[in-house]
């Protein structure tokens, strides 16, 4: 892979601060890892404020490959300085061969935003080893199964989260975040925990709440007790759901005094 211009180009940004897409064009999975390019952006990593990597592999493990070596017995993991960082964005295609690590973030002081696609749950699961939590104010992850619960209480300051192609999202205990505002939650099917949801979750600072599955809610029961219990003020609510009865709907409407903005988009059909 040639490097000559990067490196040039990176001489000249000394200083300041970065913004990394780092990603693979499609038809070309089956590149050499990209050694030398890894290596070359770690070199600036006090520079990055974003860092974004869409690929087939997990070649972010490069990073962390250089060893700093205390004794010939023991060598320890490199910690790449990332006092700048602020955002993170992970996406991989390719997982099933592969035994994924994560690029541990938890001494990023500035980082506030992680968005995780694709990667398997047991990653998911330790995120709490590799981020700052207590910073984190938005996320993002791509999941099958989850339990809500556990992030929020892993999370005190998050203000956004989004949960994409969620399949099963268990909520076994109540739930009570003070600082969330928004609320996505994306479904691949029907939205069968949504009874728990109804009865078990409270956010009362959620100003925004998006709900996208191709199965049908009960709103009234729901969507509106989750509300009231929350005691929040909503100003923006956007649903991609089924709606088959439109008095419940429209009943639910009514009752959002706060409302200010509504999105109605037709769902995706059920298979």
Not at 32 to 39: G, N, T
Not at 119 to 148: K, M, N
Request: aromatic fraction near 8%.
């Amino acid at each position: 892979m040639q490097t000559d211009l990067l490196e040039e180009w990176l001489a000249r940004a000394k200083g300041r601060k970065l913004n990394i897409y780092l990603g693979e064009a499609k038809g070309n999975c089956g590149m050499k890892p990209p050694f030398s390019l890894m290596r070359l952006l770690m070199g600036c990593s006090e520079q990055w404020q974003g860092v974004h990597f869409d690929m087939s592999k997990p070649w972010w493990v490069i990073f962390t490959l250089t060893a700093t070596v205390t004794n010939a017995a023991q060598p320890r993991p490199r910690i790449v300085p990332l006092p700048n960082l602020r955002s993170i964005s992970i996406r991989v295609s390719e997982l099933k061969r592969y035994s994924v690590h994560m690029l541990n973030l938890s001494l990023a002081p500035s980082l506030r935003s992680v968005g995780l696609f694709n990667l398997p749950e047991h990653v998911i699961d330790r995120v709490t080893d590799y981020f700052p939590c207590a910073r984190i104010t938005e996320l993002t992850l791509t999941i099958s199964s989850t339990e809500l619960g556990d992030i929020l209480c892993h999370f005190p300051r998050l203000q956004s989260l989004s949960l994409i192609d969620c399949a099963e999202l268990r909520v076994r205990r109540s739930a009570i975040h003070e600082t969330l505002r928004n609320l996505i939650i994306h479904c691949k099917d029907e939205w069968n925990w949504s009874l728990a949801f109804g009865k078990a979750v409270t956010f009362p600072a959620l100003q925004r709440l998006e709900i996208v599955c191709s199965g049908h809610v009960d709103y009234s029961r729901i969507i509106l007790s989750f509300i009231r219990r929350s005691q929040c003020h909503l100003t923006s609510l956007t649903i991609e759901c089924y709606i088959p009865a439109e008095h419940d709907f429209i009943n639910m409407l009514f009752s959002l005094d706060s409302l200010s903005e509504l999105h109605i988009r037709n769902p995706k059909p059920l298979h």
